[in-house]
C-alpha cells in the first residue's frame, strides 16, 4: 500500500488545541471492527461498552517535561526536546537551532545550567548535563511539557496535569498515551464496581509518533524504537481473560504496540526491550480484541495500525463520518472505540 492511501482532508479548526474542561467530557465514535457500523455517543457512556469477563489494558508511562531552550555560545537560539533519558547525567536528544551544534560544543540552559553535545548519532544528539541533579530532576525545574507540533500554542501548567494520564507511573515518554487521557478516577472506579478488569503495559511513547512516513511504499518505512514493558501479571490476565471468554481491549494503540510486540513468538510472554514493530493493513492480531483510540494524523503510523485492525475502507468511512459532525481531532480530541 502507498503512504497517501492513508491521506484525509481535516479542517484545521478540527485540531483540538486545548482539553476538555473534564476528561470524560469529550465524545465516543463506536464503530463495528467486522459491519463497520458507526454510532455516536459520549465517553462517559462506555462503561456500558465494557463487560466484567473484558480486560482493559492502559500504558501507565509518564510524560517528562521534555522540552528544553537554550543557547549556543554564539548566542544562537536552541530548542531541545529528550527523546531519552540515559543516565542521570546522559540523555538522547533533538535539537532544533540554526546550525546542528558540533561534538564538543555547550549549549546554556536556563538557570544558569548546561549540557555538552558529546555526539551525533543519525538524527539525535548524545549529551552530558553538567549538575548534580539527575537528568529528571533538572527537567523539572526548567523542562515545558513537549505540547505535539499541531497544538499551536506555548504550554501551561493545566498542561502538566492534562497531558498526563491519571494512572501514570513510570517516566520516559515524550508524548502522552491520549486514549487514555479520557480517564477519570470516578469512571476508573466505576469500571472497577462493574467488574472490569484492568491491566497495565508499559510503552515510552517517542516523538517519533508524530513523524511523517517518508516513503511512497508503506512497506519501506522503518519505524522508530520505543522501549516497553509487559509484566507476568499483565499476561497472567490476559490469559485469564481468554479463558473466561473476555475480550482483550488494549487502551491506545501504544498498548497495542506492547502486546502485539510481546507476542512476535506466536504467544504472549513478558518481556522488555525495544520495539520497532510496524503494524500495517495485513497484520494478524494476536492478542487485541478490541480498541480504544483518538483520532490520528493523515499519513501516520497510527492511522495504518487502526486500519490494521479494523478493516482500510471502514476505518475511512468513520474518519469521514467524524469530520462530518465535528468530532475533535489528535491528542486532546475525542476518542473512537472499535470492538
Given at each position: 500500500m502507498k503512504t497517501n492511501d492513508f491521506n484525509y482532508f481535516l479542517p484545521p479548526e478540527l485540531i483540538a488545541q486545548q482539553p476538555l474542561p473534564e476528561r470524560a467530557q469529550s465524545r465516543l465514535l463506536c464503530m463495528g471492527r467486522q459491519s463497520g457500523c458507526l454510532t455516536d455517543t459520549l465517553f462517559r457512556e462506555f462503561i456500558d461498552l465494557v463487560n466484567e469477563r473484558d480486560l482493559l489494558v492502559f500504558n501507565d508511562t509518564k510524560?517528562?517535561?521534555?522540552?528544553?531552550y537554550g543557547r549556543k555560545a554564539s548566542g544562537g537560539k536552541v530548542e531541545m526536546l529528550i527523546e531519552r533519558v540515559i543516565d542521570d547525567q546522559h540523555a538522547l536528544t533533538h535539537i532544533k537551532a540554526s546550525k546542528a551544534p558540533k561534538s564538543g560544543s555547550f549549549i546554556e540552559l536556563e538557570?544558569?545550567?548546561?549540557?555538552?553535545?558529546?555526539?551525533?548519532?543519525?538524527?539525535?544528539?548524545?549529551?552530558?548535563?553538567?549538575?548534580?541533579?539527575?537528568?529528571?530532576?533538572?527537567l523539572n525545574t526548567i523542562g515545558h511539557i513537549p505540547?505535539?507540533?499541531?497544538?499551536?500554542?506555548?504550554d501551561t501548567d493545566f498542561d502538566s496535569q492534562r497531558y498526563q494520564t491519571v494512572f501514570a507511573k513510570n517516566l520516559g515518554a515524550v508524548a502522552a498515551p491520549t486514549a487514555g487521557l479520557h480517564f477519570d478516577?470516578?469512571?476508573?472506579?466505576?469500571?472497577?464496581?462493574?467488574?472490569?478488569?484492568?491491566?497495565?503495559?508499559?510503552?515510552?511513547?517517542?516523538?517519533?509518533?508524530?513523524?511523517?512516513?517518508?516513503?511512497?511504499?508503506?512497506?519501506?518505512?522503518?519505524?522508530?524504537?520505543?522501549?516497553?514493558?509487559?509484566?507476568?501479571?499483565t499476561v497472567a490476565l490476559v490469559n485469564q481473560t481468554r479463558a473466561n471468554g473476555g475480550r482483550v481491549i488494549a487502551i491506545g494503540t501504544t498498548s497495542v504496540r506492547a502486546l502485539e510486540s510481546a507476542s512476535v513468538s506466536g504467544t504472549l510472554q513478558?518481556?522488555?526491550?525495544?520495539?520497532?514493530?510496524?503494524?500495517?493493513?495485513?497484520?494478524?492480531?494476536?492478542?487485541?480484541?478490541?480498541?480504544?483510540?483518538?483520532?490520528?494524523l493523515p499519513e501516520s503510523t497510527l492511522l495504518m495500525?487502526?486500519?490494521?485492525?479494523?478493516?482500510?475502507?471502514?476505518?475511512?468511512?468513520?474518519?469521514?463520518?467524524?469530520?462530518?459532525?465535528?468530532?475533535?481531532?489528535?491528542?486532546y480530541g475525542d476518542a473512537m472505540f472499535i470492538s
Open positions: 510524560v517528562i517535561p521534555a522540552r528544553l538557570q544558569n545550567l548546561s549540557c555538552e553535545v558529546l555526539a551525533r548519532q543519525d538524527d539525535l544528539f548524545y549529551v552530558h548535563f553538567h549538575t548534580q541533579q539527575s537528568v529528571y530532576e533538572l505540547l505535539p507540533p499541531y497544538i499551536q500554542r506555548e478516577d470516578k469512571l476508573l472506579n466505576q469500571l472497577e464496581a462493574k467488574g472490569v478488569s484492568k491491566a497495565f503495559v508499559t510503552l515510552h511513547v517517542g516523538s517519533g509518533t508524530f513523524q511523517p512516513v517518508r516513503v511512497t511504499q508503506i512497506a519501506e518505512h522503518r519505524m522508530h524504537k520505543e522501549y516497553y514493558v509487559v509484566s507476568d501479571d513478558a518481556g522488555m526491550g525495544d520495539t520497532e514493530l510496524f503494524i500495517t493493513p495485513g497484520y494478524q492480531f494476536k492478542v487485541v480484541d478490541g480498541l480504544l483510540t483518538n483520532f490520528h495500525l487502526v486500519s490494521a485492525f479494523a478493516s482500510f475502507e471502514t476505518v475511512k468511512a468513520a474518519y469521514q463520518h467524524a469530520i462530518t459532525e465535528r468530532y475533535r481531532f489528535f491528542s
